[in-house]
């Protein structure tokens, strides 16, 4: 019997759809892992297809085509290591995510997904069927475990492989990040080593799609849930880990431990890499944004240069008569401190001739928000041009607590086609931008320093649309709409819990009402980064048409 067993674990990033590509990088790693001298190359959880494929793998031609590609890669790779590789699986009319085994030009086994996540950004119960509990497959005389993904948060599926032999368990992800994540992860995980006796590692993909970003981070662990070794968190990563056999059954030869960095770098890195990865997975490779002088559109600007580089980026300042000379002069202090482009448009004159023309109709009304929302939609108006006329992306820039009580314009500022600060709180903008400040990492493309001028973050933020207007005019102070917020939206708390909290009865009430009001602003708006298990898209389907308010007692 062999004394050790090496794994090259493929931390990649796939894109969905790209069959043809996710399989030349499995051809590329499994190379690598050849080289190596590797017993088995390993990839995460439908790896073939990218993930979530959502409805996607519903089509006949897209399932029946990933199948193909495994079957392809199975016999162009037959003089090396076997492969590990997820994608799905076809039984009868039966579609199930599926982890394949390729040995010597075949396929030699395939372990089926029997727990289907039904929650949050999950929703595999409409789109696969259930796996039945199985056994081990065997690579060479050593059998191994893996249980996929979600069958890894629940005890049978890693119990009944313990208790048909396999020897080590190797569990395959398509794990997205949320604040906190990992330690869940890892709660499960030492779980299933403590109840089954056996090495896991935990093997994740990364990169963005759409609104989730995957964030790496792969281990292992050995009996007693000790770390044996951590991948970094969001990079992509070969790496060879050797098992070696003991008189106590198989363990995870210790390596580099790399630990994941905090929280507030964790989010940042989270939007830096879903923007760079929405942008290069939807062909676009430049953005825009309206640059007002405001911390929002600051730190949008800072992460668009971080993630695709200053020459990529394009900035407008589109003042009217209400822009303040500080707005001003901090939106070109930003556009300079991070190297961008930054153009002036004023719009007064736009302004003018639709004020013109809709005076006729309005004769005899009171100017009130509809002409401040002029503003915004001229300016929403303006950046689209710019987007159609030179192929560039227009981002938003909408935090969550304006996302979250519609404290913004449809068609005019929240126009656009991603908002990588769309799950992050009002308070957590302001930290954030100090914390980019004070910090600097490689990833980054832009440079280092006070990139946001400290005014930026410290004056009151202002939407500017009338004379010395400010946010408090019409939202309590961000940090009780934003612990209200938490509360109604991230907890799904009661008006009485925001109560018992400490917080103003009335001010709960109005904030609920203007939740449940701006729920058809959110459904058309620009998809974001997923930062929380809260988010507004998937993890929250609420409906539009909606009478539902929380009695709460009297306001």
Known sequence: MTDSFRITLCQLNPTVGDIAGNAAKAR??????????????????MFITGYQTQDLVEKPIFHQTAIAAIEALARDCTDGPSIAIGGPALEGASLYNAYYVLTKGKIVSRALKHNLPNETVFDEVRLYDS??????????????????????????VPE?????????????????????????????????????????????????????????GTFGLNPGGAMAFHMPVFDTAVVHVDLDRTDDGWRIREGDKIAPPDDWEQDYRCMVLSLRDYCRKTGFGKVLLGLSGGIDSAIVATIAVDALGAENVRCVMLPSEY????????????????????????????????????????????????????QSRLRGLLLMALSNKFGEMLLTTGNKSEVAVGYATIYGDMAGGYNPIKDLYKTRVFEQCRWRNANHRDWMMGPEGEVIPDRIITKPPSAELRADQKDSDSLPDYPVLDAILEILVDLDGSIEDCVAAGYDRADAKRV????????????????????????????????????????????
């Open 512 to 555: 609920e009402h203007l939740i449940y009001i701006s729920e058809y602003k959110r459904f058309q708006s620009a998809p974001g980064t997923r930062l929380t298990k809260r988010a507004f898209w998937l993890d929250r389907r609420y409906p539009i048409a909606n009478r539902w308010r929380d009695p709460g007692g009297a306001a």
């Open 160 to 216: 009944t492989l313990a208790e048909t032999g396999a020897e080590f368990l190797l569990v395959p992800n398509g794990s997205p990040y949320y604040r906190g994540k990992m330690d869940t992860r890892y709660n499960h995980m030492v779980s299933r080593v403590v109840e089954t006796g056996l090495p896991l590692i935990y093997l994740n993909m990364v990169g963005g799609q759409d609104d989730q970003v995957f964030d790496g």
């Open 131 to 156: 796996g039945p509990l199985g056994g081990p497959y065997a690579v060479g005389n050593t059998r191994i475990g893996s249980p996929i993904c979600e069958d890894a948060w629940h005890p049978e």
């Open 323 to 374: 822009t303040s000379e500080h707005s001003l002069e901090d939106a070109k202090a930003v556009a300079e401190n991070l190297g961008c482009r930054y153009d002036y448009v004023p719009i007064g004159a736009g302004r003018a001739a639709i004020t013109d023309t809709l005076a006729p109709l309005f004769e005899g009304t009171t100017p009130d928000t509809t002409e401040e929302n002029i």
């Open 28 to 45: 590329d790693a499994w190379e690598q892992g050849k080289a190596a001298g590797a017993d088995l190359v390993a990839f995460p959880e």
